[in-house]
Protein backbone atom coordinates (compact mmCIF):
# COMPACT_ATOMS: atom_id res chain seq x y z
CA UNK A 1 0.00 0.00 0.00
CA UNK A 2 1.15 3.71 -0.79
CA UNK A 3 0.50 5.94 1.42
CA UNK A 4 -2.07 7.59 -1.27
CA UNK A 5 -4.47 4.49 -0.07
CA UNK A 6 -3.69 5.47 3.32
CA UNK A 7 -4.69 9.22 3.13
CA UNK A 8 -8.08 7.79 1.22
CA UNK A 9 -9.20 7.03 4.95
CA UNK A 10 -8.42 10.62 6.22
CA UNK A 11 -10.24 13.95 6.14
CA UNK A 12 -8.40 17.27 4.52
CA UNK A 13 -7.34 18.10 7.87
CA UNK A 14 -6.22 14.70 9.05
CA UNK A 15 -4.28 14.33 5.47
CA UNK A 16 -2.54 17.65 6.11
CA UNK A 17 -1.83 16.31 9.33
CA UNK A 18 0.11 12.80 8.77
CA UNK A 19 1.62 14.08 6.01
CA UNK A 20 3.32 16.98 7.59
CA UNK A 21 4.79 14.09 10.13
CA UNK A 22 5.74 12.13 6.74
CA UNK A 23 7.65 14.62 4.44
CA UNK A 24 10.20 15.15 7.44
CA UNK A 25 10.03 11.46 8.71
CA UNK A 26 10.93 9.93 5.57
CA UNK A 27 14.14 11.91 5.35
CA UNK A 28 15.85 10.07 8.15
CA UNK A 29 14.23 6.82 7.97
CA UNK A 30 12.58 4.26 5.12
CA UNK A 31 9.03 3.74 4.93
CA UNK A 32 7.45 0.56 4.46
CA UNK A 33 4.37 -1.03 3.61
CA UNK A 34 2.04 -3.60 4.66
CA UNK A 35 -1.94 -3.57 4.41
CA UNK A 36 -3.42 -0.78 5.66
CA UNK A 37 0.02 0.67 7.47
CA UNK A 38 2.78 2.92 6.66
CA UNK A 39 5.57 1.97 9.09
CA UNK A 40 8.41 4.38 9.61
CA UNK A 41 11.55 2.69 10.61
CA UNK A 42 15.07 3.20 11.29
CA UNK A 43 17.28 3.87 8.45
CA UNK A 44 20.00 2.10 9.59
CA UNK A 45 18.70 -0.92 12.55
CA UNK A 46 15.52 -2.55 11.48
CA UNK A 47 13.79 -0.89 14.01
CA UNK A 48 9.74 0.17 13.47
CA UNK A 49 9.74 3.42 15.29
CA UNK A 50 6.36 5.35 14.11
CA UNK A 51 3.51 3.42 11.80
CA UNK A 52 0.28 5.12 10.27
CA UNK A 53 -2.36 2.89 10.34
CA UNK A 54 -6.02 2.63 9.88
CA UNK A 55 -8.11 0.87 12.84
CA UNK A 56 -12.20 0.64 13.04
CA UNK A 57 -11.50 2.92 9.46
CA UNK A 58 -9.75 6.07 11.22
CA UNK A 59 -6.66 7.25 10.84
CA UNK A 60 -4.25 6.61 13.60
CA UNK A 61 -0.57 7.60 14.66
CA UNK A 62 1.33 4.96 16.82
CA UNK A 63 4.98 5.49 17.63
CA UNK A 64 7.73 4.34 20.55
CA UNK A 65 9.15 7.46 22.57
CA UNK A 66 10.61 6.16 25.56
CA UNK A 67 14.05 7.14 24.86
CA UNK A 68 13.25 10.24 25.52
CA UNK A 69 11.74 11.15 29.07
CA UNK A 70 11.09 14.74 28.08
CA UNK A 71 7.44 14.81 26.37
CA UNK A 72 4.49 16.61 26.75
CA UNK A 73 1.17 15.76 29.47
CA UNK A 74 -0.31 14.67 26.00
CA UNK A 75 2.03 12.15 25.27
CA UNK A 76 2.32 11.03 28.27
CA UNK A 77 -1.62 10.69 28.67
CA UNK A 78 -1.20 8.73 25.51
CA UNK A 79 0.89 6.18 27.16
CA UNK A 80 -2.46 6.08 29.84
CA UNK A 81 -5.19 5.77 27.11
CA UNK A 82 -2.93 2.60 25.30
CA UNK A 83 -2.75 1.08 29.14
CA UNK A 84 -6.57 1.29 29.85
CA UNK A 85 -7.27 0.35 25.87
CA UNK A 86 -5.64 -3.02 26.27
CA UNK A 87 -7.93 -2.87 30.04
CA UNK A 88 -4.47 -2.92 32.04
CA UNK A 89 -3.27 -6.32 30.04
CA UNK A 90 0.47 -6.19 28.63
CA UNK A 91 1.58 -4.00 31.43
CA UNK A 92 4.78 -4.93 33.09
CA UNK A 93 8.48 -6.13 32.15
CA UNK A 94 7.95 -9.07 29.17
CA UNK A 95 11.66 -10.66 30.90
CA UNK A 96 12.52 -10.65 27.01
CA UNK A 97 15.97 -9.64 27.82
CA UNK A 98 15.90 -7.02 25.37
CA UNK A 99 16.62 -4.95 28.46
CA UNK A 100 19.84 -4.11 30.07
CA UNK A 101 21.06 -1.52 32.49
CA UNK A 102 17.16 -0.51 33.21
CA UNK A 103 14.03 -1.62 31.75
CA UNK A 104 13.08 0.35 28.66
CA UNK A 105 9.51 1.73 28.26
CA UNK A 106 7.21 4.01 29.80
CA UNK A 107 5.39 4.15 33.25
CA UNK A 108 2.06 5.97 34.29
CA UNK A 109 1.13 6.48 37.58
CA UNK A 110 -2.49 7.15 38.28
CA UNK A 111 -3.18 9.91 41.44
CA UNK A 112 -4.10 7.21 43.73
CA UNK A 113 -0.43 5.47 43.52
CA UNK A 114 -0.85 3.01 40.99
CA UNK A 115 2.01 2.27 38.68
CA UNK A 116 1.69 0.65 35.17
CA UNK A 117 4.46 -0.09 32.74
CA UNK A 118 4.12 -0.46 29.09
CA UNK A 119 7.12 -2.47 27.53
CA UNK A 120 9.19 0.16 25.19
CA UNK A 121 8.65 -2.79 22.38
CA UNK A 122 5.21 -2.04 22.45
CA UNK A 123 3.84 0.98 20.04
CA UNK A 124 2.09 3.54 21.79
CA UNK A 125 -1.61 4.83 20.18
CA UNK A 126 -1.38 8.79 19.72
CA UNK A 127 -4.88 9.86 20.14
CA UNK A 128 -6.66 13.40 19.28
CA UNK A 129 -3.29 14.89 17.61
CA UNK A 130 -3.39 17.73 16.12
CA UNK A 131 -1.07 20.65 14.28
CA UNK A 132 -0.04 21.79 17.56
CA UNK A 133 2.15 18.32 18.17
CA UNK A 134 3.97 17.94 14.93
CA UNK A 135 6.75 19.53 16.18
CA UNK A 136 7.05 17.35 19.07
CA UNK A 137 5.98 13.91 17.44
CA UNK A 138 9.38 14.90 14.77
CA UNK A 139 11.95 15.33 18.21
CA UNK A 140 10.53 12.78 19.42
CA UNK A 141 11.27 10.54 16.67
CA UNK A 142 14.48 11.74 15.99
CA UNK A 143 15.43 11.10 19.51
CA UNK A 144 14.49 7.49 19.52
CA UNK A 145 16.41 7.70 15.94
CA UNK A 146 19.42 8.47 17.58
CA UNK A 147 18.98 5.75 20.58
CA UNK A 148 18.83 3.41 18.42
CA UNK A 149 21.92 4.72 16.32
CA UNK A 150 23.59 4.28 20.26
CA UNK A 151 22.72 0.34 21.03
CA UNK A 152 23.98 -0.68 17.61
Keep these: ?12 DERHLFNEIADQLVELGRAKTKDVN ?5 SKTPKN ?3 FSIEKGK ?8 ASSDYSNFFHECI ?3 VEEFNF ?11 KDKLEGYEYTYADGRKYFRCG ?5 IYGISLSEVDEVIRLF ?3 HEYYLSKR
Design 1 to 12: MGLEEFYNYTSG
Design 38 to 42: YVFTN
Design 49 to 51: VLK
Design 59 to 66: PILKMKFF
Design 80 to 82: RKT
Design 89 to 99: RYTGCYNCGRC
Design 121 to 125: TELIS
Design 142 to 144: KAK
